[in-house]
């Protein structure tokens, strides 16, 4: 897949001193899991006339920040968790200290990643730097967390929780999808019809992702399946049901594929990504 080659391409070897941190670092980058960030972001650009590979470098950054998140997420203070991606969690294999520093060094490699590619007329590194420090700072991935963490085994309504899911999920699909538009040198009007779509399609993904957590097994997900209801978190199945909770995912896909409107036909990888997410099992 282009996109692991194009990881492999950005990032030091594994066999590269500090080996440890680097095996770490591959350990979880290349564990299988499903890019959908990176294929947001070359879908993107490719709904604006753009190239895949003057997307690539922000479509693997923003992965490495999604798997540092899931490293972190993972550990012990965290969500304390033996599996991801159908594999051992990386504090499990190379320890807790290692995993915090391949998190650490995973989402440092991601600004590395953006300083080196180029700028565009429209958009400059700054621009490119800022979007992805905003995604994954304290007021938007972050806080998300934070939410998360501090929402759990409480009663939480539906705002609050859409609070969190804005934050933990949406922020960094929707830094995917703009990042893919910016390396298209895409108009203020088309990253406004991105925006609209990332947003609604990184709440529909969250919705979907706590349905999977209570409908399939630990083996489908290659996570542990029912850990929401074990950690007393709250989830819009929890809250509001099953049946509901798949209509509103359909309804947050439907506004995100009238925001592709504007793009005439030429969004069709976006659409395929918005159904497909919308009907994963996994
Ligand atoms: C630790 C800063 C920090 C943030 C953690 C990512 C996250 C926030 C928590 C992980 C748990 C979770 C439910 C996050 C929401 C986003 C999400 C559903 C992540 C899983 O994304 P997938 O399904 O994973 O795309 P793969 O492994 O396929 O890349």
Known sequence: MAVNAALGRFLPSSATKPATIHKAMHYSLFAGGKRMRPALCLAAAAACGGKEQEAMP??????????YSLIHDDLPAMDNDDYRRGKLTNHKVFGEGIAVLA??????????IAAKCRSWPRYSHQDIILELAKASGSLQLIAGQVADLEGEGKKI??????????????????CAVRLGGMSANCTAVQLKALTDFGYNVGLAFQIIDDILDV?????????????????????????????KSRRIATQLTER???????????AVALEALATYLLQRDK
């Open 58 to 67: 922000l479509a693997c950054a923003v992965e490495c920040i999604h798997t």
């Open 103 to 112: 998190g650490d060094a995973l989402l440092t490699q991601a600004f590395e």
């Open 157 to 174: 309504s539906v705002s609050q929780l859409k609070y969190i899911h804005e934050r933990k999920t949406s922020a960094l699909l929707c």
């Open 215 to 243: 409908t399939q097994t630990s083996e489908q997900l290659g996570k542990t399946a029912g850990k929401d209801t074990a950690a007393q978190k709250a989830t819009y199945p929890a809250i509001i049901g099953l049946e």
């Open 256 to 266: 995100a594929f009238a925001a592709l409107k504007i793009f005439g036909g030429k």
